[in-house]
């Protein structure tokens, strides 16, 4: 029961991001290079900001990976109900750190000139 609603958690996170991503790819194909760039590779915390949320979504997205692995072979491991715990919050983790990047980008996109 538990692991319906982690995995109903994750879906819903994925759906959020896809919304924002899709709605930051179309302002994306409409908007010029040169706006782009202003937008976004000129601001210093907004790329380090996406590097982190990229570097934290690796992570997870990698330990997910690893205990799948675990979990599904013939690995026996004494310490498996831990691992069946980080294996379950790995997915949402990893979803939400996806829709986040989503909205940093369509926020990105859609902010107003100062």
């Not at 994925?14 to 709605?23: D, H, M, T």
């Not at 601001?43 to 934290?56: A, E, G, Q, R, Y």
């Amino acid at each position: 029961m538990d692991s319906i609603i982690i995995y109903g958690i994750a879906t819903l996170l994925a759906i959020i991001g896809f919304y924002f991503a899709i709605k930051a790819f179309i302002s994306f194909t409409n908007m010029s290079d040169d706006v782009l760039r202003a937008k976004i590779f000129l601001s210093k915390n907004f790329l380090h900001d996406n590097f982190v949320v990229i570097f934290i979504m690796g992570i997870f997205v990698s330990l997910h990976t690893i205990l799948e692995f675990i979990e599904y072979s013939l690995i026996s491991v004494p310490f498996m109900p831990t691992l069946n715990i980080l294996y379950a919050i790995s997915l949402p983790i990893s979803t939400f750190s996806m829709a986040f990047l989503a909205y940093q980008w369509n926020s990105a996109m859609f902010q107003k000139k100062r």
